[in-house]
């Protein structure tokens, strides 16, 4: 079984409408990321979460909005998508213990909004 | 803050050569230098990364790179590619920061491997 997981892998909306992405994990990690990847610009950080109560802005959360559930889970919600926001959103996580912050990754959802 | 410069948008390669991808950095403090590969239709998965010590550093399916501190460089580098290889590589870097790091990536290279 995957150690990161996204759902859903691929979604197709409507300027407007609201949309959740979510991300769980069973890593057991404290840290969780939501990046967004688009052609030519690598992977931006929107929104990261160091534990259960901590939230902080990244690059780009301007559009975005997160809930951390629990240790595991992680959402992602677009309040009123744009065409802009037509993206690869990839969902990660990483052990404060080990230094470096290296970051383990979910397979990704393809976001596409018409 | 730092940065990372991925000077190679596209690299076609034939297949069995060898190929270098380049990746500079920026950072007034030392750093953590790691190369994440992108299979199509999947995540980021981990190839190598450097902390400290030895400056070449050898990876899963054959990559090795090499931290260069006076270029501020961590080009990767095979020395026989497969098709298997085809794939986006991203070079990243994170600053040492008492468990606040965050990771900077590179806009990526994508590999096409010629048969």
């Known amino acids: 079984d995957a150690d990161v997981t996204q759902t859903p892998r691929n979604r197709i909306t409507k300027t407007g409408k609201r949309i959740m992405l979510e991300c769980s994990q069973t890593?057991?990690?404290?840290?969780m990321y939501w990046y967004r990847q688009d052609p030519g610009l690598g992977l931006q950080l929107i929104y990261y979460s160091f534990d259960v109560k901590d939230i902080n802005k990244g690059e780009i959360s301007d559009g975005y909005s997160v809930s951390r559930q629990a240790q595991a889970k992680f959402s992602l919600s677009l309040e009123s998508a744009i065409p802009n926001q037509t993206a690869l959103y990839f969902c990660a996580t990483s052990d404060p213990n080990i230094r470096s912050n290296e970051q383990f990754f979910g397979p990704g959802t393809r976001l596409t909004v018409l | 803050a730092q940065s990372v410069t991925q000077l190679d948008s596209q690299v076609p390669v034939f297949e069995e050569a060898p190929v270098e991808l380049r990746c500079n950095y920026s950072?007034?403090?030392?750093?953590?230098l790691f190369w994440y590969v992108q299979y199509p239709n999947q995540g980021l998965q981990l190839l190598l990364k450097y902390l400290s010590g030895s400056t070449l550093v050898k990876g899963i399916n054959g990559f090795e790179a090499e931290f260069n501190k006076s270029q501020t460089s961590f080009h990767l580098r095979k020395p026989s590619v497969h098709i298997s290889d085809t794939a986006e590589y991203f070079c990243a870097v994170s600053v040492p920061n008492f468990g606040n790091e965050k990771l900077t990536f590179g806009t990526g290279t994508r590999l096409t491997i010629i048969p």
């Open positions: 950072s007034s403090v030392s750093v953590y």
């Open positions: 890593k057991g990690h404290d840290r």
